[in-house]
Structure formats: structure tokens, C-alpha cells
């Protein structure tokens, strides 16, 4: 078949159909967005369990090296369980969303907040530079609150 598009397993996806089978595609990547959301959060989970209950100090940086992991991800996939323990992660968010949304005042995280370009959305709908700038503002008005409480 020509222009096929091949998967991970032995799922082969024509184009030669494609208005056809674009209802079936669109579930199928909101399937895998679900599945990558909760994959993260689950790693961090295992991470954290491994890091607390099975290794030793010291051990556990050498072990999940050993498994190809990097300090950086290891770090902010515990954050995102530690954090996010209750949050739905049913939606299409990377690791760097979940993240900045992980590290957000918790009071801050189920609600709308209004974005640069005037829009109100949920810091899950939000692209990792709206979830910056919204962290951006957050802590620029804490600064400021604590300033007029100083005076």
C-alpha cells in the first residue's frame, strides 16, 4: 500500500482512506495522549516507592542511570506523583506541563486562570509557555503582596 504509516506494533495505517478512518485515528492519539499522561505519572510513582523503600543511598541514582533515566526526568516525574496524585491526566500533557502545573500553589491548579491572549483556561488545558507565563504572574503577585504587607 502506498504512503502507509507504520506504529510501534503491527498496526499499519493507510492513507489511502484517510477521510474515512480519521475518526478512528483521532481516538486512537487521544488514546495514546491518555496513556502517555498517565504513563508519566505512574513512573514518577515508581520512582518515588524505589527511592524510599528499596535502595540504599546512592543506589538509587546509579540504578535508575542504569535504566536510562536522567536526574532531571527522575526528579520531576516524583513531583508530578508526589503532586498530582488526584489530577486527571486523561488529556494530551507532556511531562514539562505536568510539571509546571505540579509546581503551582495547589489552590491554583483546578482553576481558570486568563492567559496573554485573553482566554480563560485550566492550567491542564494551557500550552507549557501559557503554564510559564501564568508561574511567571503567580509569583510576580506574591511578590507584590508581600511588598504592600512590608509597608
Known sequence: M??????????DLS???LSQDLN???????AYQRVAGEAIFEIGRRLKHV??????????????ESIGLTKDFVSKAIK??????????????GMDALYLIATLPPEKREVEHVTDKG????PEEMTVRELRELKKALKQAEAERRERERL
Request: charged letters at 35%; hydrophobic letters at 35%.
Open 119 to 122: 482566554e480563560m483556561k485550566k
Open 15 to 17: 492513507t489511502d482512506k
Open 80 to 93: 508530578v506523583a508526589e503532586q498530582l496524585s488526584k489530577f486527571e491526566t486523561s488529556r494530551n500533557i
Open 24 to 30: 478512528v485515528i483521532t481516538a486512537e492519539i487521544n
Open 2 to 11: 502506498a504512503n502507509e504509516i507504520k506504529g510501534g506494533g503491527n498496526h
Open 51 to 64: 527511592k524510599e523503600n528499596d535502595l540504599a543511598h546512592g543506589e538509587f541514582m546509579e540504578w535508575y
